[in-house]
């Protein structure tokens, strides 16, 4: 961000230990990363539009741990603070996104065609569904970092691009300086509007500098496809709808993601893409496709069975309360979305919801009829990539063992028969 | 990168501010200023950032900016020099302060009723020479400041002798006697504070001191490098000035000789985090009874020209409960330590007359002063 002691010209005079932060209670996966050494190594760097280092990391040493979640205490503050910082951001990287490595390519699958099914997910337990996303415009830095005139362009070329939209997407943009009350009483009741961020992991990175000057929320007349502007991101694009019908909410996403992408590209601004991080975001847990789809669910007696973590865990799928990621879930209603976001495609990580959901309801009709669930408990689901290595792995060991075992026991009996 | 954008589209929209920042800040200055920063790096967004992101305050005008260091005054003097003489009622870019810390010339104070005046405090603050502020130091800055601190306090004795207490190491014991004293600064809350970075890397270096008597306390790298505090029950005003004058006089020493003096200038006095503060640092104040008089219309008029301020008793950003205020003056630049403590002893005394007076149903119109 730019103030306070990221641009400090005299920290340098400053030894190492006496600058690395006291990271002793602390439990992020920037904590968990960064040591002195690399810290050593990193404190001199900027990149070109000057963020360091101690910006990165500031959101993590100012909050130690999160109750529910385990967060991952750094940001980047523009496209090149994943190359400059690779040291500390590959590990950290590849800690939350399940091993995934420097070297490893990321697909991106936006055709929804692709999805199997998931047009019929029992509305009796599935409230609602929604998709969403975020977006980077190449060319200016990112919200922990970017000044009042980035800030102020972004809004300029998104307002435009999301104005020419007709059809399903024809919609109004709200700015949030001058919305009017009527207006705001109408986002809240539609579940649409953000609101200055609270959460001292979004303050901490500089991410409401300036509010609301250039924030904004955009939606189409029918309220089912909606854009946030400047918020953590450039652009959160969501696509929600009441009940169960992912299939129907992930085709709109789609179109409408590609729609709006096809009208940055044009002005020369497309999204920050590339085929190592995918679409870059302002945090690193959310690289990749930068896709949480998911559905608010009741599940009442599958969330209090003692099996309910692991079978999230093997789904590959995650829980949170209905108000979003910091809180907790209320009345036995679940948020239930993809854990992923990196190494594998959107199509794919939808698909693992729409499979999943659809088991776990399953399962808690079979509870309310008081029958057991052990035969439906699923096998882990892997990443796609690593369930190839995974198998590689196991059969060349097997075969290895299997092939010494055979040798030595063939040895030992010849020189028994020897000795007879 | 913010540069490359021409100054209209970088300004800041102020049009719902109330602050002093945003009535002195225009998009002239703004452009004039943008591109400046002090040898320390900080610049004219970091100084107004605090002031941008908090448009006003219902209790109290706030100042909407802050200083990284001892040269943002000097670079940023277009800006601060018509924010302080609005703050500091006329003060000018040629005035000169006076700093007075000779206990001996406060008449009287010895003598504020204690059925009215619970509490009796004196504070400033102090910035050590060499090192960045608050909201612009680095974690290596801020620990020095915290050792030299701890260094310096250490070797003071008599009635001063006392003991440190970081945040960090703090036992669940000793945070629990701090809160019962009244003692323990907890992690700002206020958004004030923490958009201009004063949070940062909390509770790194942060720290308390006061001595075995628990009449005399140190903070140590919380809004200021150091903020000093006397204090006792009941209303010896006196009393708590000599010994904050003492332990300051003697502590300024400690500092000098480790090489570090105070940032102090024969302009703006002792030169502090918040422009506000500037000059003495100095809030001297009473937690006193007054609900009648509280109640008269002619309250505030009075206080103003007493050249007083009240607040509640939780501090700044707080209402008076039950009655009870918080008095102190309302100066920091421009009248000397023992002038302002002389406003607080002569104005409560008053106050707590008028007081008495309306208990008895008698008249004050006699009482009322002039404006000092």
Request: charged fraction near 30%; proline fraction near 4%.
């Amino acid at each position: 961000m730019p103030f306070g002691n990221t641009h400090n010209n005299f920290k340098l005079n400053y030894k190492v230990e006496e600058e690395y932060p006291n990271l002793s209670k602390h439990n992020n996966h920037m904590a968990k990363v960064l040591t002195k050494e690399i810290y050593g190594k990193l404190r001199d760097k900027q990149t070109p539009s000057g963020y360091t280092l101690d910006d990165v990391i500031q959101t993590g040493v100012d909050n130690p741990g999160h109750p529910f979640i385990m967060t991952v205490g750094c940001v980047a503050g523009d496209e090149e603070s994943y190359e400059v910082f690779k040291d500390l951001l590959d590990p950290i990287i590849s800690d939350r996104h399940g091993g995934y490595k420097p070297t490893d390519k990321h697909k991106t699958d936006l055709n929804f065609e692709n999805l199997k099914g998931g047009d019929d997910l029992d509305p009796n337990y599935v409230l609602s569904s929604r998709v969403r996303t975020g977006r980077s415009i190449k060319g200016f830095t990112l919200p922990p970092h970017n000044s009042r005139g980035e800030r102020r362009l972004i809004e300029k070329l998104s307002v435009e691009a999301l104005t020419s939209l007709d059809g399903e997407f024809k919609g109004k943009y709200y700015p949030l300086k001058s919305m009017t009350d009527a207006e705001q009483e109408q986002l809240i009741n539609d579940h649409f509007l953000f609101d200055k961020p609270v959460s001292p992991l979004l303050t901490c990175a500089g991410m409401a500098r300036d509010w609301p000057d250039a924030r904004g929320i955009w939606h189409n007349d029918n309220k089912t496809f909606l854009v946030w502007v400047n918020e953590e991101d450039h652009l959160r694009v969501i696509s929600m709808q009441q009940g169960g019908n992912m299939r129907e909410v992930f085709r709109r996403f789609c179109v409408g993601l590609q729609k709006i992408e096809e009208i940055f590209k044009k002005h020369n601004h497309g999204f920050m893409w590339n085929e190592h991080l995918g679409f870059i975001l302002t945090c690193p847990s959310n690289l990749g496709t930068g896709l949480r789809g998911g559905v608010h669910v009741k599940l009442p007696k599958l969330s209090t069975h003692a099996k309910f973590e692991e079978i999230l865990t093997r789904l590959r799928l995650q829980k949170r309360g209905t108000g979003g990621v910091d809180t907790a879930s209320v009345g036995g209603v679940f948020d239930i979305s993809n854990a992923d976001r990196l190494g594998s495609s959107e199509v794919y990580q939808v698909q693992l919801v729409v499979d999943g959901v659809k088991l776990m309801v399953e399962m808690e009709k079979k509870l309310e009829k008081g029958e057991s669930i052990d035969s439906m408990i699923p096998s882990q689901k892997i990443l796609f990539l690593s369930f190839i290595l995974f198998h590689v792995l196991l059969c060349w060991l097997v075969t290895s063992w299997a092939y010494l075992a055979d040798v030595s026991i063939t040895y030992f009996l010849l020189k028994k028969s020897n000795n007879n | 990168m913010k540069m490359k954008f021409s100054s209209d589209k970088e300004y800041p929209d102020l049009s719902k501010h109330n602050n002093h920042m945003a009535k002195v800040l225009t998009q002239a200055m703004y452009e004039k200023l943008r591109s400046k920063q002090t040898p320390s790096g900080f610049t004219l967004d970091d100084v107004i950032q605090t002031g941008v992101d908090n448009p006003g305050h219902p209790f109290i005008m706030t100042v909407g900016c802050v200083a990284g260091d001892e040269e943002t005054y000097e670079v940023f003097k277009e800006l601060l020099d018509p924010v302080i003489e609005d703050r500091h009622g006329g003060y000018k870019p040629s005035d000169k302060h006076k700093t007075d810390l000779n206990s001996d010339n406060l008449k009287g104070g010895d003598d504020l009723d204690p059925k009215y005046v619970l509490s009796t405090r004196v504070r400033t603050g102090r910035s050590v020479r060499g090192f960045c502020l608050p909201p612009h130091c680095s974690r290596g800055e801020r620990r020095a400041v915290e050792e030299l601190s701890i260094e310096a306090l250490a070797s003071l004795s008599g009635d001063l002798k006392g003991k440190y207490y970081a945040l960090k190491d703090m036992t669940e014991a000793e945070q629990q006697q701090l809160i019962d004293d009244h003692f323990l600064f907890d992690k700002p809350v206020s958004p004030l504070l923490l958009s201009a970075g004063m949070g940062r890397d909390w509770p790194d270096a942060r720290g308390i001191w006061h001595n075995d008597n628990k009449t005399f306390l140190v903070w140590v790298n919380e809004e200021d490098h150091l903020r000093v505090i006397s204090m006792e029950k009941g209303g010896n005003m006196k009393e708590v000035f000599k010994r904050f004058c003492n332990g300051l006089t003697k502590i300024e020493e400690l500092f000098k000789e480790r090489k570090h003096p105070f940032m102090w200038n024969e302009h703006l006095g002792y030169v502090l985090t918040c422009p506000s503060n500037l000059g003495t640092g100095l809030r001297a104040g009473v937690h006193v009874k007054l609900p009648k008089i509280s109640k008269n219309e002619e309250f505030e008029d009075i206080l103003k020209k007493l050249r007083l301020q009240k607040r509640g008793t939780g501090g700044v950003d707080t209402a008076a409960e039950g009655g009870i205020f918080d008095i102190s003056n309302a100066d920091r630049l421009g009248f000397s330590e023992v002038e302002l403590v002389q406003m607080v002893v002569d104005g409560v005394k008053l106050l707590v007359e008028m007081e008495k007076r309306l208990e008895k149903n008698k008249s004050i119109k006699d009482l009322i002063p002039a404006q000092k």
